[in-house]
């Protein structure tokens, strides 16, 4: 392994350290799984902070599996409210994978470590978007919060 790879290594390490120890002094028991992303609880949500290894300046924070997805007028209901949170969210993406709604906050950022500016508002502006999802599921489109 070249000195230069080693360095990245060393430093992708120590950024990934700080934002384990940030989380965890901020009350989100936070540790690194098998892929080396961090893995989170905020209020009873599991949330992934994962990183890019081929760009070192993008990372996302997941919230996964929020809402299972058993039948087709489920799913068509599904995305038209990923649609519209989608619209009226910032920098949120929803979207359905393997018959689940996850949602998401991709980001550019020049330091990993940047993220602890952001990253409690990032938490708390997915735990919104699965909330608003969540309510809307059981809410007649008529009378929706989210309707245009």
């Known amino acids: 392994m070249n000195t230069l790879h080693q360095h990245l290594l060393m430093a992708d390490t120590s950024q990934t350290d700080h934002l384990l120890d940030y989380l965890n002094s901020e009350g989100f028991p936070a540790s690194i799984d098998a892929?080396?992303?961090?893995?989170?609880?905020s209020e009873g949500l599991d949330y992934a902070l994962?990183?890019?290894?081929?760009?070192?300046?993008?990372?996302k924070v997941i919230l996964p599996n929020v809402w299972?997805?058993?039948?087709?007028?489920?799913?068509?209901?599904?995305?038209?409210l990923l649609d519209n949170i989608n619209r009226k969210l910032k920098v949120v993406k929803g979207y359905t994978t393997k018959d689940t709604v996850w949602f998401t906050v991709e980001l550019f950022h020049s330091d990993v470590s940047q993220l602890t500016f952001s990253l409690k508002r990032i938490?708390?502006?997915?735990?919104?978007?699965?909330?608003?999802?969540s309510r809307e599921m059981g809410?007649?489109?008529?009378t929706s919060i989210m309707a245009p």
Do not use: T, W, Y
């Not at 299972?68 to 038209?80: F, T």
């Open 123 to 133: 938490i708390r502006l997915l735990a919104h978007a699965a909330l608003i999802f």
């Open 50 to 59: 994962c990183f890019d290894q081929k760009d070192s300046h993008f990372s």
């Open 68 to 80: 299972q997805i058993n039948e087709q007028p489920e799913l068509n209901q599904a995305l038209l």
């Open 35 to 41: 892929d080396g992303d961090i893995v989170f609880k």
């Open 139 to 142: 809410i007649d489109k008529e």
